[in-house]
């Protein structure tokens, strides 16, 4: 199990390192100059000038890059160009809204999933598995910003019973509290998880088919196992791997594709943090953030690997 997590480790150490040399040489790449945009187009060579020494843009690119790393490596983010703030106070307080929004949108789309697969898996070509199949397939048709409209509509306007948008904060200083915050996420959780739950439902099917028609799963029957006691016992267990797969996918584009759906709900998260650092041109912000999403996507890819070994020991063997 060692050898296992250690060469897991140092996979995704090397992705990252690669990733955050991809991140910034694209940034960089770029056209304009922030300085030129934050003093505008009547800005003298001198006010330029003095800008971009203040910002580091004169510098090598490696030098910056190394100064860069090192700075994430010791703690230490640089300023924000537009709110002239660290960056990571900024990702703290944001992520405040983006990981719980995240996390909520994935246990529903698991707890959703699973039963729904299960189920049309246990009852394959009769009314039950068309029936799931069928809205399912109108689940990765619906496109999640329009039916966050949907839900407005109906919860928010003519309903009333949450707020159409906004987040009042986590805590009663800020004027809201857990109850409020979880009401202000509720509809977008809803939102994210419709196409998610959907895809989930659809693998989870296949996946628990693919299994039942294994020897194992006959033998058990014929000691004596009843077929739900075989199915959620037995066939579940040995098809979440592929589920997990999709599971560790969709959970990092949770994280990272929230952004459309923060524009609607007007959420402070990281996806309306990275849409404002764009307008605003803030290459700083967007590099820290992009950096940060691709981190918890290998954090995520990682764990479902762990979690491969936990289910499924042969792996560890296998990749010694």
């Keep these: 199990m060692g ?9 995704f150490a090397a992705t990252l390192v690669v990733a955050s040399m991809v991140v910034f040489a694209v940034l960089e790449m770029l056209p304009g100059d922030a300085a030129q945009i934050i003093l505008g187009e009547s800005a003298t060579p001198e006010a330029l000038a003095t800008l971009q020494a203040k ?5 090598p690119y490696a030098e910056r890059y190394a100064e860069w ?21 900024l990702i703290r307080e944001r992520l405040a809204v ?29 009314l039950g598995d068309v029936g799931v199949m069928a809205a399912s397939q109108l689940g ?13 509509l109906l919860f928010a306007v003519k309903l009333q019973w ?18 409020e915050g979880f009401k202000a996420l509720l509809l977008p959780a809803i939102a994210l998880a419709v196409v998610q739950a959907s895809v989930l439902a659809r693998w989870t099917r296949s996946a628990v088919l693919e299994v ?10 014929a000691k004596g196992l009843t077929r739900r006691q075989a199915l959620w016992g037995h066939v579940l267990r040995n098809a979440m791997i592929p589920v997990l797969t999709i599971m560790g996918l969709q959970f990092a584009f949770l994280i990272s594709g929230t952004v459309v759906v923060e524009q609607v709900f007007v959420l402070p998260g990281v996806g309306r943090l ?26 995520v890819n990682f764990v479902v690997d762990v979690l491969y070994a936990v289910i499924d020991p042969r792996l560890q063997s296998s990749d010694a």
């Design 3 to 11: 050898l296992f997590l250690l060469k897991r480790f140092l996979t």
């Design 162 to 179: 949450v707020s159409a948008g906004g987040f009042p904060g986590w805590t009663e200083d800020d004027g809201g509290g857990l109850w």
């Design 69 to 89: 790393i090192g700075g994430l490596l010791q703690g230490r983010t640089a300023m924000s160009i537009s709110y002239d703030t660290p960056t990571g106070e």
């Design 212 to 221: 039942m028609r294994e020897d194992f799963v006959r033998t058990a029957r």
């Design 98 to 126: 983006t990981l719980p929004l995240a996390a909520m949108s994935m246990l529903l789309t698991v707890a959703v999933a699973l039963v729904l697969g299960v189920y049309a898996a246990s009852r394959h070509n009769r």
């Design 274 to 299: 990275v849409f404002q650092a764009i307008a605003n041109r803030d290459l700083v912000v967007v590099r820290d953030v992009v950096l940060l999403l691709v981190a918890m996507v290998v954090i």
């Design 55 to 59: 910002l580091g843009l004169d510098r």
């Design 140 to 152: 990765i048709a619906i496109p999640s910003f329009w039916f966050a409209i949907l839900l407005i």
